[in-house]
């Protein structure tokens, strides 16, 4: 079984700056999956960003990009430019990979991220 | 904007009701998903049905049962709940082609028992 885990439970940091969220797993898989989704007091989980095991090459959408070490079993998610609106509640997931959409993802804690004006 | 739509946004009922709760999403995905989620907590898969077919349980009790009309469509039919099961339940869906499907989720219906 997987497991994620997420130590920092809440974070908080001002307008503009860079902030990064911890996220470590542990899997006996070679194939896998990592995605950051965002959760806002809106309550929609949001994919953020997400990286194939396979891949060296760290993923990057915008001001969002990880820091993947898959020896470390380690994927972090860099957010630069912070803004207001990415106040939410951070989830790192894991997920092995299943044919035809049998797919689970297994979640860690969450990580509450506040952006401060 | 998210192209899976959840309805009810917020629903209440008695321990006696029997409500649905419904999905949709027309990305053409062949796999769709049930997820639970109680306050601070990260999510729970509840059923995942793959081209229609229900093809994981996570040992929900029956008071839940899962619906699949079409390709499009996901229903959650609640009958008899308790008050613990009050909580934020989100569908989703994804390709379902190969492997390795990036899951695409709903705004969610917040369900309260009373």
């Known amino acids: 079984a997987q497991t994620v885990t997420q130590s920092q439970p809440e974070m908080s940091v001002q307008e503009a700056e860079t902030v990064t969220l911890s996220c470590t797993y542990d899997?006996?898989?070679?194939?896998?999956?990592l995605f950051w989704y965002k959760q806002p007091p809106s309550r929609q989980m949001i994919l953020v960003i997400r990286?194939?095991?396979?891949?060296?090459q760290n993923a990057t959408e915008n001001r969002f990009s990880v820091n993947f070490q898959k020896a470390a079993k380690s994927f972090s998610l860099k957010i630069s430019d912070s803004q207001l609106g990415d106040t939410a509640m951070y989830f790192c997931?894991?997920?092995?990979?299943?044919?035809?959409?049998?797919?689970?993802?297994?979640f860690g804690t969450g990580t509450r991220l506040t952006i401060i004006p | 904007d998210t192209e899976v739509t959840q309805t009810p946004k917020h629903l209440v009922m008695g321990m006696t009701n029997k409500k649905s709760l419904k999905c949709e999403q027309h990305m053409g995905h062949r796999a769709m998903y049930w997820y639970k989620q109680k306050a601070k907590k990260p999510p729970e898969l509840m059923f995942v049905y793959s081209y229609e077919k229900l093809s994981i349980n996570e040992s929900v009790p029956s008071r839940f049962s899962p619906e699949c009309p079409n390709s499009s469509l996901l229903n959650l039919h609640l009958h008899a709940l308790q008050p613990e099961d009050s909580a934020l339940y989100l569908c989703a869906s994804s390709q379902a082609q190969s492997s390795g499907n990036t899951i695409y989720f709903g705004e969610g219906s917040w369900l309260t028992v009373v």
């Open positions: 990286q194939e095991a396979y891949k060296q």
């Open positions: 997931a894991f997920m092995k990979p299943f044919l035809f959409g049998n797919e689970k993802l297994t």
């Open positions: 899997t006996s898989e070679n194939n896998y999956y």
